[in-house]
């Protein structure tokens, strides 16, 4: 069955940095687009970077982390990652690590950041 685990989220201060990691199985990694997203306290859940399949491959970010975020995968270790610089207040949040193999969404269990002023 598809499987997706994220690591890595930790409490920072602002200005500092993060690599979260997801491990993907059960599905054949090489061939999905992978995408990130998060969901702050209060918030409607929100994308934050995509990568499609084939490195290297078109590559998304949402307005809020164009510029600080990088989204990058290891296709033959079924990983993907993400790298956080200059983290805000408001990039606290679950993160979660997100596989859509039709018909069905898949997701992790997220991984929490916090980020205190």
């Known amino acids: 069955q598809v499987q997706l685990v994220e690591s890595g989220g930790a409490s920072v201060q602002a200005g500092g940095s993060l690599r979260l990691s997801c491990a993907a199985s059960g599905f054949s990694f090489r061939t999905y687009t992978m995408t990130w997203y998060r969901q702050g306290p209060g918030k409607e859940r929100e994308l934050v970077a995509s990568?499609?399949?084939?490195?290297?491959?078109?590559?998304m970010y949402g307005n809020s982390v164009r510029g600080r975020f990088a989204i990058s995968r290891n296709n033959a270790a079924n990983m993907v990652y993400l790298q956080m610089n200059n983290l805000q207040p408001e990039d606290t949040a679950v993160y979660y690590c997100s596989v859509r193999i039709p018909p069905q969404r898949f997701w992790g269990q997220g991984t929490q950041v916090t980020v205190s002023a």
């Open positions: 990568i499609a399949a084939v490195v290297p491959g078109q590559i």
